[in-house]
């Protein structure tokens, strides 16, 4: 396994903090203005960093709408790409609980470049994983029924 920076590790234990607080005050210093972000399909999002704190309110209502009970996101891979970004691989967890006493953890990886000359490193652009609801039936074959997935609520 690649050695992972005590810099690096802290920002994702803070980040993790962040993300399932849904607050966006804690977010706000991980994230650099503007964030860029793709995804799976090939969609590249440039979005301002007002606006990606704006969406923790809505992200927090959709994932608990799926039963969100928490996202872990482990840094396993850190490669320097020169003296200011560092490529980090990811391996998340996040666990949903829509029946009560039936967890079930939904298994993502997700590429993170952050610049690094600041004090804390910030989230300059993700490649992202799959919309939560598509990895649940991909990975469990839970299906969600009418609920509309991430991207048709966006």
């Known amino acids: 396994m690649n050695q992972i920076s005590d810099k690096v590790r802290t920002y994702f234990e803070e980040f993790n903090q962040a993300h399932n607080a849904f607050k966006p005050d804690l977010l706000a210093p991980h994230v650099i203005d503007p964030l860029v ?6 969609s590249i999002q440039i979005v301002s960093k007002e606006d990606y704190l704006a969406g923790t309110e809505k992200s927090q ?3 608990y709408s799926l039963g969100f009970q928490f996202v ?4 396993v891979e850190e490669i320097p790409l020169n003296p ?5 691989k990811t ?18 990886d997700t590429i993170y470049i952050l ?3 600041d004090v804390k490193p910030k989230m300059v652009f993700t490649l992202s994983h799959e919309d939560p609801m598509k990895m649940a039936k991909d990975q469990h074959g839970i299906s969600y ?6 991207d048709e609520m966006l």
């Open 61 to 63: 209502e959709y994932l």
């Open 84 to 88: 200011y970004y560092t490529l980090v």
């Open 72 to 75: 872990n996101t482990i840094p």
């Open 115 to 117: 610049y690094m000359k």
């Open 91 to 108: 391996k998340g967890t996040m666990r949903l609980e829509k029946t009560p006493g039936e967890p079930l953890d939904v298994i993502h």
């Open 37 to 42: 972000g793709a995804d799976p399909n090939g």
């Open 145 to 150: 029924g009418e609920q509309l997935s991430w």
